[in-house]
């Protein structure tokens, strides 16, 4: 039995962050600058009522439909597979209308991670896996196995877990 990688979606495999920076720029203020929100999370930098404004897009359907896919996530995940179980994660309950996207957009962009390993769930303190990658320390806290937090603007804060800033980095690790 290979060992098991939980791998968040959100901010992890798909640029979730660049989503909302582009709706910012597109719909709130044209002439932002988005590599400041790269640097910051979003709720540091706005205003209480903007950043509500601009989170309520998540409860939109299609939202999840379209994220960019992160840098070598693909290509990684596709290595890791050899060597790991691969299970995504993701606490698609908070937003109902994720799902299909979520699901959708897993057969695009990672057709050799099979539907058996997807994880649709809330609290992935139940998840049983050796290792778990994802962007929110509360996620990592829960978890009984090694974690990875993937670094984001809204955990730089956070020092009590090993950091990786990237799919290569993971590799570096893991491969």
Known sequence: MKPRIA??????????????INIYCREIDPAAVPSQFREKSFHEILEEPVYRRLFEYV?????????????????????????????????????????????????RHFPHIPWKNRVFCGDKSILRADIIIDDMPYNLKAFSGDGLLFDA???????????????????????
């Open 59 to 107: 409860y939109e359907p299609g939202f999840f439909a379209d994220i960019e896919v992160m840098e070598g996530a693909r290509e990684i995940t596709e290595a890791l597979a050899q060597k790991y179980d691969l299970f995504v994660t993701s606490a698609a309950m908070e937003f109902r209308t994720s799902f299909v996207d979520k699901y959708d957009w897993l057969d």
């Open 153 to 175: 603007p809204h955990n730089r804060d956070d020092t009590e877990y090993r950091r990786v800033h990237s799919w290569q980095e993971i590799a570096g690790i893991l491969l």
């Open 7 to 20: 791998i968040d979606m959100d901010d992890v495999l798909a640029d979730t962050v660049g989503k909302f």
